[in-house]
């Protein structure tokens, strides 16, 4: 039987745990205290390299590893947390910037010590106004008790932090779109290589980690990389937070050890599919392929999820009950990615809008079978063939739903099915991004 | 530099001046989005009074702002109602209702999506998923406070409390 297994959300739920003094007496910053004390910043990067901690962010690249691709030679270096958090279906950074900020802060300031971050900055979604509210506090709570700034703690250490809004755009969370965002630029993708830890922000490196794997990298240097490998499976070690939503009796943020069965996940930690039989999944995220129920018995880690057709990704889980319109799901999908195309690139700006367009005209009955062919040769072309993974992940959405649910497709071509739309949504004041159907 | 500020008004520049110490940016031109959400905040949107002052306080072009500006959507282009009601119906959303819940918005307030009601007090646009995908449907007043598990009842009390 699957279980929780808390560690980021350890006393998650402790009254007043994102203020200083309850988050050190539940054994807050003695992680930063060790490493400050007893280790050099390359045993920090060695410690969490040999943890195998992968990103928790999308792409799963192992934290460590990217730590030791900054080069060693002085000067100004930076962190960038990535909070943009707007990946459909994910809402664990959120549980974290609201009830757990110091530990991510407190991960934040080892990571900064491994590589020799001279200034942090924590990137938060502009929506969740809140967040950076509770961040910013938690931030000058820190400066004051001496764990950012000159000097941390007595060591030679110093480091500086600011929290830094979005407003409203996907592609943020993108990594180099993050960083022209911030330098105050329209955030579109930039050309890799350069990798940003060798000319990141203002051209200077630069690590971008997501808020879950800083925040589980206290736990790492407590309790040691050997414990880290011990849970989870060989090429997934450890935990990570699943954002759980859709149709299921008990929809909520769950940690659990990379590995644990999806059935069995859905079952006994989600209460169940909730008004009917499971249909689908879709477990990591928007931008990860479909599910059908069929497949869905398998190990929710890396691997196990690639094996059976699909992406850990965010780990953002939603469920879908025998009753659902999947034809529906995927307009609302490929409406998403064409609204947050940046449009850079004609494949991506282009495909995600016709897609759309096409999926919109067979929703209300005026599709054809060529229809079909024309969306799967349009996902086929953003494929692998964009400028940046957001092409990729609007495409392969498409493919999965049209390759497993293609019968519910046809049911709207042949007539047995209509979808009048409820209103024409637009989805910001004065900007005319309206997605309309156009015939 | 011996700047002045003509087209800032002063309680707005105390707020840019104080963006500025806080944010120990290494480059200006960084606080390019902060600066906006706080004119936004001040003339209600992006207004050209708001673009003027942030583009002067960063030494930017206009329409760079503006640019820069309309990448986002959380920065109002046009003026907008008083309130304006953002209704998240995105996949986890709109498996729990969230179209429903715009349809019955447009009904009652007499206006299409991306429009504001005669009086000017009630604007109503769709955004994207907010984060909060278990709790929905969600919505979100003014880019600010999420309202969540909303139902048609819920919307209808939310907007009496709404002066
Ligand atoms: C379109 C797009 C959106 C992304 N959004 C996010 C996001 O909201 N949060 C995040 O942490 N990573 C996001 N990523 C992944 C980042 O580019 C990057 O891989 C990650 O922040 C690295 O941190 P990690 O190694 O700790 O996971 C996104 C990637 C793409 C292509
Ligand atoms: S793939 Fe899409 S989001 Fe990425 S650069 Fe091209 S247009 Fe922009
Ligand atoms: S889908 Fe509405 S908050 Fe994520």
Known sequence: MAEETKIVMLDMDVEGISSLSVYEKHGGYAALKKVLGEMTPDEVTAEVKKSGLRGKGGAGFPAGVKWGFIPKDKGEKYLCVNADESEPGTFKDQAILEKMPHRMLEGAIIAGYAFGATHIFIYIRGEFWKEINIVQRVVDEAYEAGYLGKGILGSDYSVECTVHPGAGAYICG???????????????????????????????????????????????IERGADWHLSLGTEKSPGIKMFSVSGHVNKPGVYEIELGVNQLDFIETICGGVKGGRLKATIPGGSSVPVMPAANCDCPLSFEGLQ?????????????????????????VISRFYAHESCGKCTVCREGTHWINMIINRILRGEGAMDDLVTLQDAADGMEMKSFCPLGDAAAWPVQSFLKHFRHEFIDYIEGRKKLVPKYEPVGAIGHHKLVKPAY | MALTFSKIPGELLEKFNALEEKGKYPKRKSMLVPALHIAQEHFGWISDEAVAAVAEFLELSPNYVKGDASFYTMFFMDKPG?????VCHNVSCYLEGAEDIVAHLERKLGIKCGGTTPDGKFSLVTVECLGACGRGPVVQINNREYHEYMTIEKIDSLLESLE
């Open chain 1, 174 to 220: 993108e990594e180099t779109s993050l960083l022209e965002s911030l330098e105050g630029r329209r955030a579109e993708p930039k050309m890799k290589p350069p990798f940003p830890a060798i000319e990141g922000l203002y051209d200077k490196p630069t690590i971008i980690n997501n808020v879950e794997t800083l925040a589980t990298v206290p736990a790492i």
């Open chain 1, 307 to 331: 094996d059976a057709g699909s992406m850990l990704g965010s780990a953002g889980f939603m469920v879908f009950n025998e009753h659902t319109d999947m034809v529906k799901v995927i307009e």
């Open chain 2, 82 to 86: 008083k309130h304006v009601i953002q």
